[in-house]
């Protein structure tokens, strides 16, 4: 069998499977009404960059952003924000490892199956960041949403703050959300991932996830998950965790959609938004913080090739890496 | 109250200021603005206001929402500031040191994100002198009612220039600069009033005149014979040189410039004119004139000689110079004649002929400044060597003799004696060229030629060392209630007013006795 055939066949099943015709679970869809008088919403989101690889060892910053925000008749008007940076250095050596302090471990345990790990370890540092700062929030504010990037599934529990944030916003009359920028869910047992499926409705609404999908989550999952059009003219649904206030969603999504009118990102907090730009500065802050690592490998006697051959790309890979060079020779090839 | 602030900048360019205003149109080119460093405060002009291409906005153009708040400078701030923001282009024109208070050229640039603010009274202040000769032409654009004080003393030491296109505001202007030399009494004025402006009353448009403001200071002569008011302008036509009338007519070939010439070497006791008239090509000689050219010449000169105002007689010039030297000014009108170039052209070039002789050779100590309108017809390249202006212009500031500009087409005046000029009093141009010929020479002259190019009228931009810094100025409104309170002062109006109290006080007290 040629590779076409095997094409031809392979786009056959796709279309059959995208076509199969499973009796559709009636969706209960709910209206929303966004709220005239909206409570401010504050936003937190986080980022990372690696910056300096030395064997097996990886050093990153990462940071974790919170910004709250007043909606009024004439706009979007932001209060200070809080800013938290932390830098880390990950190893996927266990000896290493062993010598680093608790939460270094478990950040290694809890990625030790995962491809990549030192990536792996470093983005769960910044959700760790961003749940610390979730709960500072939350602890801080009164009558406000806080509305976090993602969903509302720790993995793994023990290093998020999930728990204490719902508890410090169910304290303080918070309404609680986790909104997922791209969701791959299946949730409603579609061949279509949920959010593919659901754009075929129009209108603004609400929908629950089926309870037989939260139950398989219940053990990480701090929340009800439902997907959502906040505005009528939104190009997709989102899935929105809720997390307190979980017996008036009404109220929770009337809340969510009048924090989603924004002409930039209709459909979509407009606070999340400038949380995610707020986070991912750091990203920009790169060369500063280079400097700073040069300086610091100059003062301990280290040659300037040595240096220089650790510096890494965001993603951690080092620059020059033989990768790199394969790259670039394919571009030049197309 | 803070604007923005600075994200890029160099000495050269400029500094560039990421605006927080939801409304650019808050701002306009050549407002003052204040940059705080640490140091110093820059005091800067708004060189351009930008808003920059953005890919959110192109894509954002033209769609339209339904119940959202429609993205725009006001309605999403981010944590930086406005979404939507535009750029102010900054030219810092003086360094204010903060300790000091000391003024320098700005040889430095403020770090980043320093705050940019509106200028306050108190900064303008400090940059703007008010001296014993100084008057406000008009508040400064951006700090209205901040009254910019230029120094007439400084102003009148060297030649200067008044531009604008028709209809920007060159006359008012012109009157109140007039005034202010009046009012703080650093010199004398000739101004060649061709339409019977300058007077007492305005024949335009009724407003008031040098004479209706400083009475006693101001003669009026008139070259209508039916004006009675006015002293009697004679001109002794013994007085006319070559060059008068070839300024005076200008259409000229230069056979007939020869011929005047020729003309001029052969008069003996005669006048030029009758000379000219009187003249044949056997007395003169086939050699210097022709027949042709001679003929044209009479005729051309015809148009000289039916002028009422030019026969023997008490000449007018003595006159003038005795008034001047008492400290008088004078207003020549041109009454019916007012129309006609070639007799202004005339009429101005004899005097100018006149006057740069008792200057330059008889060292005369009242200063005089002599308003020249329509300027380019007397400094024009191609006349300007005939003129005694060009000479006035270049030559006669050690004389006390100072040739003030007033024209809207700086292009054609010559370079040379545009480069003479030390203040340049700059209203709305829109020819590209005459806004460069305008600008020659100036600092940041990139700036300038947007400022000039977009000032609406009744706007002037004030360059030279009359005042401290270049500055953009809406002209004030020219009534009795800004005249007086701004340019001609307190002790003259209240010596004026006093004067009709006293009058109503006598006829009162007459009554009751």
Known sequence: MSVRDEMRDAVNLMVRFRDAKTEPEALDIRPIRAAETPVDLVAVDGSYTFLYNLGSMWLAVARAAAIPYALGEDGFHPRPPVVVDRAIVVSVWEEVVQRQSELHRKLFEATSHRDEQHKEMVNEFRKHLEGELALKVAQEHKGVVVALDGSLMSIPKELDHLEDVVAACETNGNVLVGVSKDSMLHAFGRSLPDEQYLAAVNGMGYVRAPKAFEEQKRDILYGDVYFARLHPQAPKWFRAD?????DDPDFVFSQLAAHSKSGLSLGYPFAL??????????????????????????????TVGEVAAGLTQMEGRRHGAFHEYLDRVARDLK | MKIGEVIAGSVKEGLQVKLQLEDPEALRIGYPVIVEGKQYDFYCMVDDIVNQEM??????AGAEFRDAIIPGGGTHEGYGGPIFYSKAILKPIQLIAKESGDLSEPQTIPP????ARHAAKQDVDVIYEVTDTSVPLGTIRGIEPYFVHVDFATLVEKPFAIYGRTGAGKSILNKLVCLAILAKDVGSVLVFDMVGEYGVYSRADDTKGLKYYFPEKVE????????????????????????????????????MVDTIYAVHQHKGDRDLITAIQQATVEQLGETLVHEMSLNALKRRVHRITRLPFLREGKDAFPQMMGLIRQGKSVVLDFGEFGGETSTYLFVANVLAHRLYDQYTEKSEDRRLIVFLEEAHKFLDPEVARFTKFAQLARETRKFKLILALVDQRPTRIDSEIRSQLANRLILSLKEQTDIQSALVGVQDVSMWEKIVGTIPVRTVAVIGDAIRVPTVIDVMKYDDEHVKEHVLGRIQRTANEMTGISEKARKIFDSST
């Open chain 2, 55 to 60: 890919d959110i906005a192109e894509r954002l």
């Open chain 2, 112 to 115: 980043y994100f320093a705050e």
């Open chain 1, 242 to 246: 809720v997390g307190t206030f979980r």
């Open chain 2, 220 to 255: 009026i002569f008139s070259l209508d014979p039916k004006n009675r008011e006015a002293h009697p302008f004679i001109l002794d036509p013994r007085e006319i040189e070559p060059e008068d009338l070839i300024v005076a007519l200008q259409d000229l070939s230069p056979s």
């Open chain 1, 273 to 302: 938004i400038e949380a995610h730009r707020l986070a991912v500065l750091i990203r920009q802050h790169r060369e500063f913080l280079e400097d700073e690592i040069l300086k610091e490998c100059a003062r301990l006697g280290m």
